[in-house]
T-cell receptor, first 115, second 110 residues
Framework: DAGITQSPRYKITETGRQVTLMCHQT?????MFWYRQDLGHGLRLIYY???????DKGEVPDGYVVSRSKTENFPLTLESATRSQTSVYFC??????????????FGPGTRLTVL | SQQGEEDPQALSIQEGENATMNCSYK?????LQWYRQNSGRGLVHLIL?????REKHSGRLRVTLDTSKKSSSLLITASRAADTASYFC??????????FGTGTSLTVIP
């Protein structure tokens, strides 16, 4: 099915473990984004990518690593998970960028708990 | 931070009434968007208004933008129970990044 998918939908891990959250989109959108959503903070941008092999930091990038070797995939890795990274993570994609940013299409989210 | 702030944080109305929520932001923008989030789901785009526009309609939605006051409002007319959700504004001034507010939680009572 076309769209944007995230996996896993739920993940429980322990402090210090490495975790990778996957994001896949079938629209061939140029732009992809990772957000985290926490109570009281709304959504905050972690990283974004304008195209394959081009990534840039957002508002809260510390503790996260991204890569984009293929246009359709944008994995987010927590190299050494901390409790403060317990959150709901959303991936999004957009077909445009530049001066007038286009609509972003969101995945269903991954609920991550770090014990 | 350019983060938008929605007001009120929570709103409860009867079905059929109109719901108005507001968004204020801090710096100049290129455009402003409104998104809806149903419980446990991802965000869904509702409407985009550009900085040179003052009002925009989409079905039962009406969005206004006042760049002099750095504020926007979202009006949902004739609300339905299915409109129960959280609503977020998102602002963009650098082209590739969005800054979301903390959202307004709307409850429509049947």
């Amino acid at each position: 099915d076309a769209g944007i998918t995230q996996s896993p939908r739920y993940k429980i891990t322990e402090t210090g473990r490495q975790v990778t959250l996957m994001c896949h989109q079938t629209w061939s959108h140029s732009y992809m984004f990772w957000y985290r959503q926490d109570l009281g903070h709304g959504l905050r941008l972690i990283y974004y990518s304008a195209a394959a092999d081009i990534t840039d930091k957002g508002e809260v990038p510390d503790g996260y690593v991204v890569s984009r070797s293929k246009t359709e995939n944008f994995p987010l890795t927590l190299e050494s998970a901390t409790r403060s990274q317990t959150s709901v993570y959303f991936c999004a994609s957009s077909g445009a960028g530049g001066l007038y940013t286009d609509t972003q299409y969101f995945g269903p989210g991954t609920r991550l708990t770090v014990l | 931070s350019q983060q938008g702030e929605e007001d009120p944080q929570a709103l409860s109305i009867q079905e059929g009434e109109n719901a108005t929520m507001n968004c204020s932001y801090k710096t100049s923008i290129n455009n402003l968007q409104w998104y809806r989030q149903n419980s446990g789901r991802g965000l869904v785009h509702l409407i985009l208004i550009r900085s040179n526009e003052r009002e925009k309609h989409s079905g039962r939605l009406r969005v206004t933008l006042d760049t002099s006051k750095k504020s926007s409002s979202l009006l949902i007319t004739a609300s339905r129970a299915a409109d129960t959700a959280s609503y977020f504004c998102a602002t963009d001034s650098t082209g590739n990044q969005f800054y979301f507010g903390t959202g307004t939680s709307l409850t429509v009572i049947p």
